[in-house]
């Protein structure tokens, strides 16, 4: 696999995503500094929101450090993968916290300073998603893709980071164990969410660093079986998940009750029957998603098409002729 360094297609489109990076730390550390300042009164939906918002604001400012650091015709090709595919992350991370922190917490606080933050902090927090959207679709503008294989570029690749992504917030949600501890089919379903994303996690890193042209046999096989079995596991979870948690003959809740957390009032915690369909939702979410990723990989086998290595290809730098 070649090591060449590459860079975007001209060093003043590029320039204009590393000037996001102000304003994308400026957003993320109004949006959690106003919720830090809260108190005890920001809740768990906030203490979550906030810890989304300081891993965006940290990630930022390192890799910000890094791009004033060097030059772009010096970075390696695999930071350009990294950095966009965080920026993806990113902008699905902020847009996440916007409309769970607002849905959740923001509609119960009583009017006065405190829910001002909490709306301005919303705000902040769908300003960056913006931002980090722009980024994307910046550098996605930058590269020419005939002459360079991006792997953010692919269809793939968008599918592994949506798969990732929604299964790292059913994780969130499930950090309520009470969920699910008291059935077993209820702990099969936290299995396969786990099961799934491991091996979307694996491949979507040895996409970024261009390691699966070194596995042996095709990996388009692989990714469509990988892709069936995802399908087929989480058709089990699609099915079990609503019906032990809202079947009432189960032991589920089939109405949401009106006392506790799920009070129509400002609350510590979040109501735990919103959690259990929140994860029901987002199961059938990631099942579509899923399902996308097999007839992806499905035609790639039917017509014997792969994206090619990157030194099979030709790369471009601004700074020199075709390598």
């Not at 203490?47 to 891993?55: G, I, L, Y």
């Not at 979307?200 to 996409?207: E, F, H, N, R």
């Not at 129509?264 to 109501?271: A, E, G, Q």
């Given at each position: 696999?070649s090591?060449?360094?590459?860079s975007?297609?001209?060093d003043?489109k590029?320039n ?17 500094s106003l919720?830090?300042?809260m108190?005890?009164l920001r ?10 918002w300081?891993?965006c ?11 004033c650091?060097?030059?772009?015709s010096s970075?390696?090709f695999?930071?350009?993968?990294i950095s966009?595919t965080?920026a993806c992350?990113a ?9 769970i922190?607002?849905i ?6 009583p009017?006065g300073?405190?829910r001002?933050r ?6 902040f927090?769908c ?6 959207v ?14 360079i294989f ?8 968008l ?10 917030v ?5 950090s309520n164990?009470?969920l699910?501890?008291h ?10 969410y786990?099961?799934c994303?491991?091996p979307?996690?694996?491949?979507l890193?040895?996409?970024?660093a261009?390691w ?25 979870a699609?099915?079990?998940w609503?019906?032990?948690q809202?079947?009432e003959?189960?032991?589920?809740q089939?109405?949401?009750?009106s ?16 959690q ?11 099942l579509?998603v899923?399902?996308a990723?097999?007839?992806y990989?499905?035609r ?9 290595p990157r030194?099979s290809?030709?790369?471009y ?7």
């Amino acid at each position: 696999m070649s090591t060449q360094s590459t860079s975007p297609s001209g060093d003043a489109k590029f320039n204009v995503c590393r000037f996001l990076r102000l304003p994308q730390l400026c957003s993320t550390c109004v949006a959690f500094s106003l919720v830090a300042d809260m108190g005890t009164l920001r809740g768990a939906i906030g203490n979550w929101s906030m810890s989304f918002w300081c891993v965006c604001f940290a990630m930022t400012f390192i890799i910000a450090l890094v791009e004033c650091c060097r030059h772009p015709s010096s970075f390696p090709f695999l930071w350009y993968n990294i950095s966009v595919t965080y920026a993806c992350y990113a902008a699905l991370i902020c847009l996440s916290a916007s409309i769970i922190y607002s849905i959740t917490y923001v509609q119960f606080v009583p009017y006065g300073p405190y829910r001002d933050r909490a709306i301005t902090a919303t705000a902040f927090s769908c300003i960056a998603s913006v931002l980090y959207v722009i980024e994307v679709a910046g550098i996605w503008d930058c590269y020419e893709l005939k002459e360079i294989f991006f792997y953010v570029h692919t269809r793939r690749s968008l599918l592994k980071v949506l798969e990732t992504f929604v299964a790292g917030v059913i994780f969130a949600f499930l950090s309520n164990t009470s969920l699910y501890l008291h059935q077993l089919a209820l702990e099969w379903c936290v299995a396969v969410y786990s099961i799934c994303f491991i091996p979307a996690a694996v491949v979507l890193l040895l996409d970024l660093a261009e390691w699966k042209y070194m596995l042996p046999g095709p990996f388009s096989i692989f990714q469509l079986v990988l892709s069936l079995l995802s399908v087929l596991f989480y058709i089990s979870a699609l099915v079990l998940w609503p019906l032990y948690q809202f079947s009432e003959e189960l032991g589920g809740q089939p109405q949401r009750p009106s006392d506790g957390d799920c009070r129509d009032k400002l609350t510590y915690n979040m109501c735990a029957w919103d959690q259990r369909l929140a994860v029901a939702v987002l199961t059938a979410a990631n099942l579509l998603v899923y399902v996308a990723d097999l007839g992806y990989w499905a035609r790639q086998v039917s017509v014997g098409t792969e994206d090619q290595p990157r030194d099979s290809q030709e790369v471009y730098s601004p700074n020199s002729d075709i390598l």
